[in-house]
C-alpha cells in the first residue's frame, strides 16, 4: 500500500477563489498534477497548509539567508541589495543619482493604493520572519535557495534571485513607516490587560530574526481575531482588506516555497482570513523550484458534502460520505517488532521487524564468512506460521570487521556488510521482504560513521539485494526524530549523500516517537518534520516506514511516562488511524514483550487484555478499508473510510477532552475500542481519546 499523497475532495465555501497553478508538482490535496488547476478559497489554502513544529537547531541569524557580503554589495550605482529591491518595487521608477539617491519615484502601499513618493517612508520586511522560516523548513534549504526565498519580491531584480527561480510569491513587502507606528500602537492597545494576547506578543516580539517587522502578520492576525471578538473592525491600524491581503500573500508564499507552519500559527492565520471580507478572484502562479518536490504534509481538510458546524455547546453535525481516495489497507499497515521467542502472537501483524531480536550482524557472522543461523531460522519459521513479512535491519558490526570495537563503528571495509547481506539474501530470498540499511544512522549510538560512509553503505546494499533477490525491497537508514539535532544535521546529510547517488533505496523509515510526554499529535508533528525534509532535499516519492514507535519512551534525558491502559489504548489505535491518513505504509510497534519493558510508557505483552482489544479492534477495522477523507474541528478528529464490503463508516476520536456529535447522518451504530456495538438512541454520543466507529 501507499497512500503517501492522498487526494482528498475540497468545499466550496463562499469566499475569495484562488486559482493556484502547482508546476511539475506532486498531487496533494492542495495541489494537482502537473499543469493543472486548482481553485480553492483563501481559507482552505490556509488550513491546509503543513502545519509542524518548527524545529531551530542550527539557527544563527539573518546571515543564513542574506549574508551580509551580499546585503552590503552595491551595483554601478552605488545601490545596496535592500535599496535594488526597493527600486524594483516602484510603480513609477525613481531616478537614481549619487550614492544612490532616489527622487521622483512611486510606490503603492495596500490594497487601498495608497501611494508613497519618499524611499525613507518605505519599510522592507518578510512575510515570515527569517528564524520562523528556518525552522519550518529553510533549515534543509540550500544557502541559494534561502537567499532567493529572502529576496523575492512579486518584481524581484533578476541579480538578486537564484537561478531558475522565478516567478514564486512574494517574500518581501512594503509598508509604509506611518502604519507600521500605528500596527505598533494597536497592538499595544488591544493586549492591554489582556492575557490571551499578551504573551502572544511578547514571545512574537522577542524571538524571532525579523524583530518587530516579523511580527507583522501576526499582529494583523491578533488584532483580528480580537475584532471578531468584539465584531468591530474600527480599531484596526489599517484596512480590512489591507490585511487580508497580506495573509493571503503569506499563504501563497508558504505554499509556493513549500514550508509548513506551526500548529497556533496555522489556526491564527485560518482564524484570521475566515474574517476576512469576499474579493475578487485571485489568480496565483507557485512554481516549485526544488526538483518538482510539493510541500510534505498533507493536513486534514474540510472536503466537499463533509460540513462541521459547531455550536457552543461544543454539538458538531456531520453530513454523508465521499468515495474512496487511496487504496485498501494491507496487513502489513500493522508491523510490530518482536523477539523470537514471542510465542504465539496476541495481535495480528502482516510484518515483522528483525531489530533487538538477538540477529544483528554481529549475532549471525560470528567470523568472516562463518555464520550462525540457528536463531534467525527459528525466527523466519515463527514470522511465516503467522503469514508476516519480514524486515531484516542492518546494524551492529561484528568486532571482526572494525578492528575489535564497538557496534556502533562501521566496518573497516563496507564490502564486508554488503557480502554479509548477500549471504543472508541467499539464504532467505523470498522470505525476507525488505532490508533497512542501518538502524537509526543519524544517531551516534548506532553509527559513527559519517553520512557519506552511510550513503554508500546503502548502495551496496542495494547492490546486493538487487543481484540476488530483485523482488525485495531496500530501505534507506531509519532516523529518530525526536533527537532534533542529529536529524536536522546528520540525516539531512545522509539524504544530501543519497541525492548524489541518484536515490539507490525503495523506500525511507523513520522512528516518530515523540517526547515522552508527547502524544499522537506529537507524533504527527515528528512524521511532518520527516516528511518535509524529505521534501526540501529533493527525494523522489516513495512508501514511508515508520519501523519504530512507542510512546512514554526514555531517552534524550527524559524520563519515562507510564500510560494507564485506557490512554494505551487510545493512542495505539491513533496511530494507526492516523498512519493510513497522513501516508504512512506501514507502521511497526515497538515493542511484543514477554512482560513489562522498563523504558517504555504503553506495553503489549500477553497481559496488557485491554491494549490487544485495542489493537485487534483497529486492525478489523482498517484491512480492507479504503479511506476516502479526514477531517479536524477543535480536538475532535474524525476520518471516513469505506469497507472491504463496500460499506461506509466514520471514525471519531478527539486529542483531548470530549466532544458532544450528531451522528445521525453517518449511522445509527457505534462500536467502541472495547469491542461492543451499540444503537445510538437519539443519534447524539460523546467521543473522547478512544476512537469510535459509526456506522
Known amino acids: 500500500m501507499h497512500t503517501a499523497h492522498m487526494v482528498k475532495p475540497m468545499i466550496a465555501v463562499p469566499f475569495v477563489a484562488l486559482s493556484l497553478v502547482f508546476s511539475g508538482m506532486s498531487t496533494t490535496p492542495a495541489q494537482a498534477a502537473p499543469a493543472s488547476t486548482v481553485t480553492l478559497t483563501a481559507q482552505q489554502m490556509a488550513a491546509q497548509l503543513p ?179 468584539n465584531k468591530d473592525y474600527s480599531s484596526l491600524p489599517t484596512s480590512r482588506a489591507d490585511a487580508c491581503d497580506a495573509f493571503r500573500t503569506r499563504a501563497a508564499n508558504i505554499t509556493a516555497w513549500g514550508l509548513s507552519v506551526s500548529p497556533a500559527d496555522r489556526d491564527a492565520l485560518t482564524a484570521a482570513m475566515s474574517a476576512c471580507p469576499p474579493g475578487e478572484p485571485l489568480n496565483l502562479v507557485l512554481e516549485w523550484p526544488r526538483n ?66 538477538s540477529v544483528s550482524w554481529r549475532d549471525i557472522e560470528t567470523s568472516r564468512g562463518t555464520y550462525d543461523w540457528s536463531t534467525m531460522d527459528r525466527t523466519i519459521a515463527m514470522a511465516g506460521k503467522t503469514g508476516a513479512n519480514v524486515m531484516y535491519v542492518l546494524g551492529n558490526t561484528p568486532s571482526w570487521a572494525n578492528g575489535g570495537k564497538a557496534g556502533n563503528v562501521p566496518p573497516t571495509n563496507l564490502d564486508d556488510a554488503a557480502n554479509f547481506i548477500g549471504a543472508l539474501c541467499k539464504k532467505y530470498q523470498g522470505s525476507i521482504r525488505s532490508y533497512e540499511a542501518w538502524n537509526e544512522g543519524n544517531l551516534t549510538t548506532f553509527w559513527l560513521g559519517g553520512p557519506y ?13 538487487d543481484n540476488c533477490y530483485p523482488a525485495a525491497t531496500v530501505i534507506a537508514s531509519s532516523t529518530g526524530t525526536r533527537a532534533s539535532n542529529a536529524f536536522a544535521s546528520n540525516y539531512a546529510r545522509y539524504l544530501d549523500e ?38 526540501v532535499k529533493g527525494a523522489p516519492e516513495l512508501p514511508i516506514f515508520d519501523t519504530e514507535l512507542n510512546y512514554g519512551l526514555a531517552g534524550l534525558g527524559q524520563g519515562r511516562v507510564v500510560l494507564d491502559p485506557a490512554t494505551s489504548a487510545a493512542y495505539l489505535s491513533q496511530s494507526f488511524i492516523q498512519s493510513v491518513q497522513y501516508g504512512v505504509d506501514s507502521l511497526f510497534w515497538f515493542l511484543w514483550t514477554l512482560g513489562d519493558e522498563p523504558k517504555l510508557g504503553i506495553q503489549l505483552h500477553p497481559g496488557t487484555t485491554e491494549t490487544i482489544r485495542a489493537w485487534n479492534t483497529t486492525y478489523s477495522w482498517l484491512v480492507g478499508a479504503r479511506m476516502q477523507r479526514c477531517t479536524t474541528s477543535g480536538t475532535l478528529q474524525a476520518c471516513q473510510l469505506t469497507a472491504a464490503n463496500g460499506s461506509n463508516f466514520t471514525l471519531l476520536w478527539t486529542t483531548s477532552g470530549t466532544v458532544d456529535v450528531n451522528t445521525a447522518p453517518l449511522g445509527n451504530t457505534v462500536c467502541e475500542l472495547s469491542g461492543p456495538c451499540y444503537g445510538t438512541g437519539t443519534g447524539r454520543i460523546t467521543v473522547g481519546i478512544s476512537p469510535l466507529r459509526i456506522n
Open 51 to 229: 502545519a509542524v513544529e518548527p524545529l531551530f537547531v542550527g539557527y544563527r541569524g539573518v546571515e543564513q539567508f542574506i549574508p551580509k557580503a551580499v546585503a552590503n554589495k552595491k551595483d554601478a550605482r552605488g545601490c545596496n541589495l535592500r535599496q535594488r529591491m526597493i527600486i524594483g518595487l516602484a510603480t513609477v521608477k525613481p531616478k537614481i543619482g549619487k550614492r544612490c539617491s532616489m527622487k521622483a519615484g512611486k510606490w503603492v502601499v495596500g490594497s487601498a493604493q495608497r501611494t508613497v513618493t519618499t524611499p525613507k517612508d518605505l519599510i522592507l520586511y518578510p512575510t515570515t520572519d527569517y528564524k520562523t522560516a528556518w525552522g519550518q523548513g529553510a533549515y534543509a534549504w540550500t544557502p541559494q535557495q534561502r537567499l532567493a526565498w529572502a529576496t523575492n519580491t512579486s518584481t524581484a531584480p533578476s541579480g538578486t534571485r537564484a537561478k531558475g527561480v522565478t516567478t514564486l510569491q512574494a517574500t518581501q513587502q512594503l509598508i509604509s513607516t506611518d502604519e507600521f507606528k500605528q500596527l505598533s500602537k494597536a497592538i499595544d492597545t488591544a493586549v492591554a490587560g489582556n492575557e490571551q494576547f499578551t504573551e502572544f506578543v511578547r514571545t512574537c516580539r522577542l524571538g524571532t530574526g525579523g524583530g518587530e517587522l516579523g511580527c507583522i502578520f501576526l499582529a494583523w492576525e491578533l488584532l483580528f481575531r480580537a475584532a471578531v471578538i
Open 292 to 357: 518538482g518536490i510539493a510541500p510534505a504534509l498533507d493536513a486534514p481538510v474540510v472536503p466537499s458534502g463533509y460540513s462541521l458546524n459547531r455550536s457552543d455547546d461544543l454539538t458538531v453535525a456531520f453530513d454523508g460520505y465521499g468515495t474512496p481516495s487511496t487504496p485498501a489497507v494491507g496487513s502489513d499497515l500493522f508491523g510490530i517488532a518482536a523477539p523470537v521467542d514471542w510465542g504465539a502472537p496476541g495481535v495480528p501483524t502482516g510484518y515483522l521487524r528483525l531489530w533487538d531480536s
Open 453 to 465: 560512509d552511510l550513503a554508500q553503505l546503502t548502495a551496496k546494499v542495494k547492490t546486493a539485494v
Open 498 to 535: 543519497l541525492r548524489l547517488l541518484n536515490w539507490p533505496v525503495e523506500g525511507f523509515a523513520v522512528h516518530s516517537y515523540p517526547a515522552a510526554n508527547g502524544t499522537p499529535q506529537d507524533r504527527i508533528n515528528e512524521l511532518a518534520q520527516f516528511k518535509t525534509m524529505l521534501a
